[in-house]
Structure formats: C-alpha cells, structure tokens
C-alpha cells in the first residue's frame, strides 16, 4: 500500500520562471487538497478536488498559480512566473471521505532565487 | 483571534515523562480535530484524530477533546527523544467542503 507521492522533491528555480508540480494520491482516495508551508507556520490551505472537479481554491491562490486533477487521478500545480515570496513546502493531501484524515505526501521544497 | 492556537514551545521534557500538548479553537462549528507530527525538513504524519468529547487512546498517545471549552490536547506517554518533533494541531472546517486549518505547532524536545 503506497502513501501519497509528491514529484519532485526539492526545486530551485530563478524569479520569473513556471514549475509545475505533480502529485500522486493513494489509490482509490477521490479527495486531493494542495496546501502550502512557511518556516515555523503550519500548512495553509490552497486548493480541492473532489475527483477531476476543482471545488474550492483559497485566496491564497493568485491568478499565477492553476492546479488540475485530469481523469480524477494525479494533480499539478503549477506556478507561472515565480516570486520569491513562492518558496515554501508545497504539500499535497489525500483522504477516501468527506470527513476522512488526509495523508500527506513528502512535499516538494520550493527556492525561488 | 487565530482560528487554531497552539503555544510555540519549545516544551521540554525529560524521557519517560509526559508530555501534554494543548490546543485551542474558534470555530464552534468543528466536529473533527486531528494531531500531526512533523519532524524538521519532514511533511506532516497523522497520529491521532478525535471526533468526540472525551479521551482517545492509541498506545502511548491520548488525544482529548472539550467541545464545550473549544479545547483538544495530546498526551504523549513515555516519552521517548524520537518523539522530539513539531506537533500540529488540525481542525476540519466545514464551510461547504472539508479543509484542515493547522495551528503554528508545538515544539516538543525530549532529552535524554
């Protein structure tokens, strides 16, 4: 039974350039939540998919960022233009029911220089 | 008012003692609350949920939670220095969809 997976790991990228993220959710979890991280916050909430659909972004969610979920599987999140406010831990999260504990995958570490 | 609040630490404990961990939430509205670790340069790994008043026990884990008093709290037993982590506290907020608002977390250090 894998957990969920996150690719890649670790992105240093210049100001200015797009990174796209790509995560993998635990088999037959139809709930996918992407949340970013600050040194010494906890995870703040971005973006939902119940399935292919996207049912929720936050605030935090500028028009530079866009995520998807194609055929309800895997995720992207993509960030166009970069800033060095972007570098954080962006995380992604599975769970099977709406009340359900959400799994984190191991994160992807952005440095935007 | 921050909608999860948790004190920063560090709190210090020597192995083999308790440790208790505590947090405080606004929204009156929450029914699931969870505790995660996170170990540094780590993501964070679910040991506890809680959905009801009262104590949860899972080895030397025990979550509590006071819905009256906005209050839920994790006492770790015997504790031992791999338990030195940052522990979030998480609620679920439903406001039409489910999402987890996090506390800053606790630094816990467990010293030899």
């Known amino acids: 039974d894998t957990g969920v997976s996150q690719d890649p790991r670790h992105k240093i990228t210049k100001r200015g350039q797009n990174v796209t993220f790509r995560c993998d959710p635990i088999s037959e979890h139809n709930r996918l939540y992407w949340y970013r991280q600050t040194l010494g916050q906890g995870p703040e909430f971005l973006t939902y998919?119940?399935?292919?659909?996207?049912?929720?972004k936050s605030r935090l969610l500028s028009d530079r960022f866009s995520a998807e979920r194609p055929k309800g599987s895997f995720s992207t999140l993509e960030i166009q233009r970069t800033e060095q406010g972007d570098s954080a831990m962006y995380l992604c999260a599975s769970s099977l029911a709406p009340e359900g504990e959400q799994f984190f995958g191991p994160g992807t570490r952005l440095t935007v220089l | 008012q921050k909608e999860v609040e948790q004190n920063s630490g560090p709190l210090s404990v020597p192995e083999g003692a308790i440790a208790s961990l505590n947090c405080t939430y606004s929204d009156r509205v929450s029914q699931s609350f969870f505790w995660y670790r996170q170990y540094s340069g780590k993501s964070p790994e679910l040991i506890m949920s809680i959905y009801s008043n009262g104590d949860k026990e899972d080895g030397r884990f025990t979550a509590q939670l006071n819905k009256a008093s906005q209050y839920v709290s994790l006492l770790i037993r015997d504790s031992q220095p791999s338990d030195s982590a940052t522990y979030l506290c998480?609620?679920?907020?439903?406001?039409?969809?489910?999402?987890?608002?996090f506390g800053t977390g606790t630094r816990l250090l467990v010293s030899p």
């Open positions: 998480a609620i679920l907020q439903n406001t039409g969809f489910q999402k987890l608002v």
């Open positions: 998919f119940q399935n292919e659909a996207q049912l929720e």
